[in-house]
Structures are given as structure tokens and as C-alpha cells.
């Protein structure tokens, strides 16, 4: 998605904490995934954000602030199994998801 | 299924050979999506269907790509005198319905080799 916008790659050791943020200029906006995506696997939901603030749900949390076109997804207590990419997903005004590049997050012993 | 269904998994053809990809949406899923996924990046909008209705197809690349699912269910993209750039993973999902946003179900995907 040419108008999203996020890091190609992360690194982190395992037990840390990482924060994946993702920029969005689309169309209308009615809401923002998250989703892990290991190789040759398909994505698997995460975290969905409509209204601004934080959604936790166990090790991984979200963050969106509308008005900042600006997302992040909270990684904490990182797992060697958190290895992969993170794609942020922006649903546009005629329901369409956009995704960016993805994030490769690299968890090392 | 549990889930949604792609086949094949793999596939390699040769330039200029037509293919087709099949997908099986999960039971009751009234919407179904085809994205086109390239080597580190991430999913690309296809095509999009609402039962048996096409309602968009701008993603498609060329008038070479054709999709459809004729009773709502299983779809089929069909990609017509393969070129190398049409190499990539070909995801497909569903979701129950648009009328609000939820989140879509990917299958494993069709990685597509054109050689």
C-alpha cells in the first residue's frame, strides 16, 4: 500500500519489548488491523483499532490516534515464535483493506 | 472446511501458459477477496465478491486476470498467457459480510512460479 507506511525490519532480543509503528494517508477510514504473517503462512488477525487509544490483549496491544493518521502494535515479552512480519491494514470508506509492506521482526536468543 | 482453502499450493508454468487458482471460502462467508502478494511485501487488493456479485475488480492488473464465483461459494482466479511478473503468492479471504468491518480470513495462499 503505496499510503501506508512502516519499518522493513525490527530486531530484538527474546524477553524485550517492541513497538512496530505504521503511518496511513487513505480514503476515509473505518478502522485498522493488525496482522502476524510468519513465512509462507497466511496473515492471522491480531488487533483491530476504530477509536483512539490502546486495545490490550495479552502480550500485544495497539494504539491509534486518528487525528495522527498513526498506529503502533506493542510487542512485550518477545518470543522466539514472535519472529515474523507484522502488516498493518487500513480499511478505506468502501470497506477495501490497504496493507503495508509489513514489518520483519527478527527475535534473537 | 474450518478454514479457507486454496488450491493448488504450488504452482510453476510456463511463460505464456494459462492458470487457474481455486479458493474455498469459509462456510457462510458471504464476501471473498483476492489479493496478489510479492516477495516482501504485503498484500495487494485484487478483486472482491459479495456472493456471486463481482463488485470490484480494480486491482486487477491486466484484462489477463479474470475471477469469478458463480454460486457464491468456491472461486476461481484465472490468469491468461502467464507473463514472469505475475509471479507471487495469490491469497485469498473471506469474511461473513461488509456491511461492518471485520476482520478477513486468509487462506494459505498459491505461490505461483511463471518461469
Known amino acids: 500500500g503505496q499510503n501506508i507506511d512502516q519499518p522493513t525490519e525490527m530486531t530484538a532480543t527474546e524477553g524485550a519489548i517492541v513497538q512496530i509503528n505504521c503511518t496511513y494517508q487513505t480514503s476515509g477510514f473505518n478502522g485498522l488491523f493488525w496482522y502476524q504473517q510468519h513465512a509462507g503462512e497466511a496473515p492471522t488477525f491480531l488487533s483491530y483499532n476504530v477509536l483512539d487509544g490502546l486495545e490490550e490483549k495479552g502480550r500485544f496491544s495497539s494504539f491509534l490516534s486518528r487525528s495522527k493518521g498513526y498506529s503502533y502494535l506493542l510487542l512485550k515479552e518477545l518470543q522466539m515464535k514472535d519472529s515474523a512480519s507484522y502488516l498493518c491494514?487500513?480499511?478505506?470508506?468502501?470497506?477495501?483493506?490497504?496493507f503495508g509492506a509489513g514489518t520483519q521482526v527478527v527475535v534473537t536468543p | 472446511g474450518a478454514g479457507v482453502s486454496q488450491s493448488p499450493r504450488y504452482k510453476v508454468a510456463k511463460r505464456g501458459q494459462d492458470v487457474a487458482l481455486r479458493c474455498d471460502p469459509i462456510?457462510?462467508?458471504?464476501?471473498l477477496f483476492w489479493y496478489q502478494q510479492a516477495l516482501g511485501q504485503g498484500p495487494e487488493f485484487l478483486t472482491y465478491?459479495?456472493?456471486?456479485?463481482?463488485?470490484?475488480k480494480s486491482g486487477l492488473p491486466s484484462d489477463r486476470f479474470f475471477a469469478e464465483r458463480p454460486e457464491g461459494s468456491v472461486s476461481t482466479l484465472k490468469i491468461q498467457r502467464t507473463q514472469q511478473e505475475d509471479s507471487a503468492v495469490y491469497l485469498c479471504?473471506?469474511?461473513?459480510?461488509?456491511?461492518?468491518?471485520?476482520?478477513?480470513?486468509f487462506g494459505p495462499g498459491t505461490r505461483l512460479l511463471v518461469l
Open positions: 479471504a473471506s469474511n461473513r459480510d461488509t456491511t461492518s468491518v471485520e476482520t478477513q480470513y
Open positions: 491494514a487500513v480499511v478505506d470508506s468502501w470497506g477495501k483493506f490497504q
Open positions: 465478491f459479495q456472493n456471486e456479485a463481482q463488485l470490484d
Open positions: 462456510s457462510g462467508h458471504v464476501s
